[in-house]
């Protein structure tokens, strides 16, 4: 079962450091942060407010970068493909990084960040530990001189927005976070037939879970081997469904289809079938198209 008391759990981490070109100063790095997610099912916003980033180079203090206002980003308007800038360009010195952090405000009991569901009702979003560690990554990278270092943060909220354990109380949002080097990533988009859409267990809760190609049997969320990514099933006119997972990082994987993941807790190691396995390799800058 994965653990759930941690504030983020990490999966799928790569980091590059990628020379560029046009700098005033070869002791400078440009940095970049854009924000994706894959979505949650009920849920109409997830509003997650910055305030910004704080840096820890390897030698010295940390260096915290502010926005110019703090800024409540709706999650769930940057799905599959797309993603929002945090940070665009942002001047740093280069060198060695220990670890990021992004600063966010999510209090409990306060409507900074929060989410609202399709009957209307509105929830703070608390992160445990938010307001001292934020977001934070420890993973290491590199800003080379008079280059760029270009990061797609990817929330999945299925497996990150908990229920609250009492009627009236915050929802948590313990994130599952992948960081990605956004100029050696991948996407996925696919179908999902009528016939399995339309299947008499079909009801609610369609999604495509993405397993390590090495993960022979899939699994639910709350598992000892969770997937790396998962993505909402849209109904098409046709009965068919369309999805699309974004940045992901090349290689080989597994594609599974299920019905029940409106029934998959992720505090929770449930039983969860999946109707189609399929499998699928991606390639860095390319979409890959797949049918189940």
């Known amino acids: 079962m994965m653990t759930t008391n941690k504030s983020i759990a990490l999966v799928s981490v790569m980091t590059l450091g990628l020379l560029g070109c046009g700098s005033s100063s070869d002791s400078e790095s440009r940095l970049s942060i854009a924000l994706t997610d894959a979505p949650i099912d009920n849920a109409t916003t997830v509003v997650v407010e910055f305030e910004g980033i704080e840096l820890k180079p390897k030698q010295g203090p940390s260096i915290t970068y502010l926005l110019d206002a703090a800024r409540q980003i709706n999650l769930l308007d940057f799905q599959g493909e797309n993603s929002t800038a945090l940070f665009d360009g942002l001047t740093i010195a280069s060198g060695e990084y220990n670890w990021m952090r992004l600063m966010v405000n999510a209090e409990q009991q306060t409507i900074d960040s929060y989410i609202t569901f399709e009957d209307g009702s509105q929830h703070s979003l608390y992160i445990p530990s938010g307001g001292e560690s934020g977001l934070k990554w420890n993973q290491g990278f590199i ?9 797609t943060i990817d929330f999945d909220l299925r497996q990150s927005v908990h229920r609250p354990s009492s009627q ?5 949002l313990r994130p599952v976070i992948r960081v990605l080097d956004s100029l050696s990533v991948g996407h996925i988009q696919g179908t999902v037939s009528a016939g399995l859409m339309t299947d008499d267990s079909c009801t609610e809760g369609t999604a495509v879970y993405l397993f390590a190609e090495e993960q022979t049997v899939p699994d639910d969320m709350g598992s000892d081997a969770p997937p790396q990514a998962t993505a909402s099933v849209n109904s098409q006119s046709d009965s068919s469904g369309t999805f699309t997972l974004g940045f992901v990082l090349p290689g080989n994987y597994q594609l599974a289809f299920t019905c029940q993941a409106d029934l998959d807790d992720p505090e929770l190691n449930d039983t969860v079938e999946f109707a189609s396995v399929l499998a699928v390799t991606v390639t ?8 189940f």
């Open 284 to 291: 860095a800058n390319n979409t890959t198209q797949v049918a």
């Open 143 to 151: 800003a080379p001189a008079n280059g760029d270092v270009d990061f």
């Open 168 to 172: 009236g109380a915050d929802y948590f």
